[in-house]
């Protein structure tokens, strides 16, 4: 069964940090790109990070919003064919639902979530003191 499991999100204050895990099942990460994406009531999905293959994020190995540019990183342990999303520095701005999301090969456009073949059933992140 092909899976994707978040984990890892809660309520932490402003300027604090979480790590978010996106562990996938029935199919092997190596050969997809995986980006985290979120969205916040009464505002559209976001991209958030991308990593990928060579090119497959919209032509880069990585790629990532300019709203966490310095302050989030994507990575992954194909080993444990798992993805994580770390945030620190974190904003009230940041609270929305975050989801990853997988594609095979990667995107020109990784932005574009409708172009995802998976996706997993999301975790929520609120920043607030």
């Known amino acids: 069964q092909v899976q994707l499991v978040e984990s890892g999100g809660g309520l932490v204050k402003p300027g604090g940090s979480l790590k978010l895990s996106c562990a996938a099942s029935g199919f092997i990460l190596d050969y997809y790109a995986i980006a985290w994406f979120r969205q916040a009531p009464g505002k559209e999905r976001e991209g958030v990070l991308c990593i990928g293959l060579s090119d497959g994020c919209s032509g880069s190995s990585t790629n990532y919003s300019d709203s966490v540019k310095g302050r989030f990183t994507i990575s992954s342990d194909n080993a444990k064919n798992t993805a994580y999303l770390q945030m620190n520095s974190l904003k009230p701005e940041d609270t929305a639902v975050y989801s990853c999301?997988?594609?095979?090969w990667g995107l020109g456009d990784w932005t574009r979530a409708g172009a995802y073949d998976y996706w997993g059933q999301g975790t929520q992140v609120t920043v607030s003191s």
């Open positions: 999301a997988a594609v095979y």
